[in-house]
């Protein structure tokens, strides 16, 4: 399933975005937001878990998985608009919301923004700003996804999120 997006003033046009629909339809929602480069599959064991309770969705970034590469002046704000008109394709009215990182962020933009549309959320590792000493990390992760892909960097995320003892006990999470 794919949506397009349009823009708060509904002049702007975004590119769909891939997403995947499971659980109950008739259930409550929960809507799944992953991190920066993470696709939908970062959420699929809780998805799995909520499956019989409620309906679920979890979508694709732009630039992730089989969505579309993002415009250049993409914004916090598109992305949330992006949610919104793909609960507007899928007919839901409603729908929690939970993200990781920026995923986090996300959510919580959807919330600020759409109230009425947001039943809970878990917003998680993430902030409203990052402070300075951590722009650099971003910014030099950026050109390095753009220099060589962003596969290059799944290692290094890997080593910061798990610890060797976890990813030796489980290779196949790692």
């Not at 509904?10 to 590119?15: E, I, Q, S, T, V």
């Not at 997403?19 to 970062?42: E, L, Q």
């Not at 596969?151 to 790692?174: H, I, K, M, Q, Y």
Request: hydrophobic share 45%; glycine share 12%.
């Amino acid at each position: 399933m794919t949506a397009g997006a349009v823009g708060a003033a509904g002049a702007r046009r975004l590119p769909p975005l891939a997403a995947i629909v499971g659980g109950r339809p008739d259930g409550p929602w929960v809507t799944f937001v992953p991190g920066i480069g993470n696709d939908a599959s970062f959420w699929a064991d809780q998805a799995d878990a909520l499956a019989s309770g409620f309906g679920v969705l979890r979508f694709e970034p732009w630039g992730c998985g089989d969505s579309a590469d993002p415009p250049d002046d993409l914004t916090i704000d598109d992305v949330a608009d992006g949610v919104v008109a793909l609960w507007d394709a899928l007919g839901l009215r409603t729908s929690s919301v939970v993200g990781l990182g920026f995923g986090g962020s996300v959510a919580l933009d959807v919330a600020l923004r759409h109230p009425d549309r947001v039943e809970r959320v878990v917003a998680c590792c993430c902030r409203a700003r990052q402070p300075d000493d951590r722009r650099g990390f971003w910014r030099g992760r950026q050109a390095r996804a753009e220099a060589e892909g962003l596969g290059t960097l799944a290692d290094d995320t890997v080593d910061r999120w798990l610890s060797p003892e976890f990813r030796a006990s489980n290779p196949a999470r790692a």
